[in-house]
């Protein structure tokens, strides 16, 4: 029993690793498909913590593929259910490596919601993530969940609040910002909609991330 649930984690790891693949490719559909059956494939198993915190893991990632897809009722649901799962999995484990847990669902909502475009949702849901648990995240984690919610704010036209977020999480962790896709087409919409000159703050950012105006 103990052997096909280690059996069946390995094939859930690899196949999860594809459906990002899959997604990354612009291929949503084919990889919600392959997130759904791969969780399918783990629920059963489920009484094991390790387990729990894969399939919760997989639920996220067919979340962000819903959310790519624009199936925004399928993601709310996926991510409900990995929110459920994260309940039972104890606080500060790090089982494959995932950090799957509370914040980490949190994180994948608020992806999940600027993908959808529901910008005022998802700066409410990273705003509400306590500071403890900000505090257990990586730096790098910390930052991305910032460049995330600047995107919201610049998609909701909220531009001086989308700049601070973006200069805040270069404070935390620089790459996220100046190599980050999401970031630097950010950093491109707030050069975009600027009416006057862009600010020195801003284009010092737009010149450290090697975004042109």
Avoid: K, W
């Avoid at 950012?205 to 090697?210: H, I």
């Amino acid at each position: 029993m103990a052997q096909h649930a280690a059996d069946l984690s390995s094939v859930a790891g690899a196949g999860f690793r594809i459906a990002n693949a899959l997604l990354s490719m612009g291929r949503a559909g084919q990889a919600l498909t392959l997130n759904l059956s791969l969780a399918d494939r783990l629920e059963p198993e489920c009484q094991a913590e390790p387990v729990r915190a894969l399939y919760g893991h997989i639920l996220l990632q067919g979340a962000m593929a819903a959310a790519a897809d624009g199936d925004d009722r399928l993601a709310g649901e996926l991510i409900a259910a990995a929110r459920e799962a994260a309940r039972f999995v104890a606080a500060g484990s790090n089982h494959h490596r995932l950090a799957f847990g509370p914040v980490n669902v949190a994180l994948h909502e608020v992806a999940s919601l600027v993908a959808l475009g529901e910008n005022e949702r998802a700066v409410h849901v990273a705003d509400s993530i306590s500071g403890e648990g900000l505090r257990m995240l990586r730096r790098e984690r910390q930052a991305a969940l910032m460049v995330d919610t600047a995107r919201a704010c610049s998609q909701a036209g909220n531009r001086d609040e989308a700049l601070r977020r973006l200069l805040a999480a270069e404070q935390i962790a620089a790459p996220e910002v100046r190599c980050r896709p999401v970031a630097q087409a950010t950093i491109t919409d707030l050069l975009h909609r600027s009416r006057q000159p862009p600010s020195l703050a801003l284009a010092g950012l737009a010149e450290r991330a090697g975004v042109r105006p």
